[in-house]
């Protein structure tokens, strides 16, 4: 399936973005509680101590792509273009220090291309690159990502949608329960979670609680 830039941004109000590394239990059960409880775009990010590679990754992708396809939600692969155009997933997410979106774009097709950006120059060039959503931040100090930027906060996103960008945007980095209004107020279409759903012991209530603050 193929999404629109409406239903990307209807899409992107609960991103979980989760791998194997990340979870306190098996991230099948992970998956399907939190989509369960709410969460409307998933991003496979197999990345990081403990990780899996080679054909246990490709598997694994595969197990959680069913699962986001009997539900409905779009499956992106975080900066693994091979990947991605082997599972047929939905579309990739890539940073700024990744693969070159131009040539990504190439590669996908019109399928989902979704970009990290930390400031306005970067956004720009996204859009131009070909982007369908930005990634925005970090919003807040987060200890899931190591090489992590100096964090802004929700003023980078006010600037962007000050500067008439439309694009949709999910805010990310260190987002947990009682953080999220900020992000939505300052113009922000969704917000990306790693610990604050797949660490808890109860996922789907997890994004329950959330989607609630969403709202």
Not at 29 to 38: F, M, P, R, S
Not at 77 to 89: K, R, S
Request: glycine letters at 10%.
């Amino acid at each position: 399936m193929r999404y629109t830039e409406e239903e990307i941004r209807r899409k992107l109000q609960l991103y979980f973005v989760m791998g194997s590394n990340n979870c306190l239990k098996d991230p099948e059960i992970v998956l399907q509680e939190a989509i369960d409880g709410g969460v409307t775009f998933f991003q496979f990010r197999e990345k990081g101590p403990g990780a899996k590679e080679g054909s246990e990754k490709i598997q694994l992708a595969k197990k959680l792509q069913a699962i986001c396809k009997q539900n409905g939600v779009p499956f992106v692969v975080n900066d693994d273009l091979e990947l991605a155009l082997e599972i047929d997933a939905d579309g990739i997410h890539i940073g700024q220090e990744d693969e070159d979106p131009q040539k990504v774009r190439k590669m996908i097709g019109d399928r989902i291309l979704g970009i990290s950006a930390h400031n306005l120059d970067e956004a720009h060039n996204a859009i131009t690159q070909g982007a369908n959503y930005l990634g925005v931040g970090p919003m807040y100090e987060t200890v899931t990502k190591k090489d992590i930027r100096e964090v802004k906060g929700p003023e980078v996103i006010v600037e962007m949608r000050k500067n008439n960008l439309t694009i949709p945007i999910v805010g990310i980095g260190g987002i947990q329960k009682g953080l999220i209004k900020p992000i939505i107020e300052a113009g922000a279409d969704g917000v990306a979670v790693i610990s604050a759903i797949s660490n808890s012991e109860d996922p789907r209530e997890a994004v329950m609680e959330l989607t609630e603050e969403i709202k």
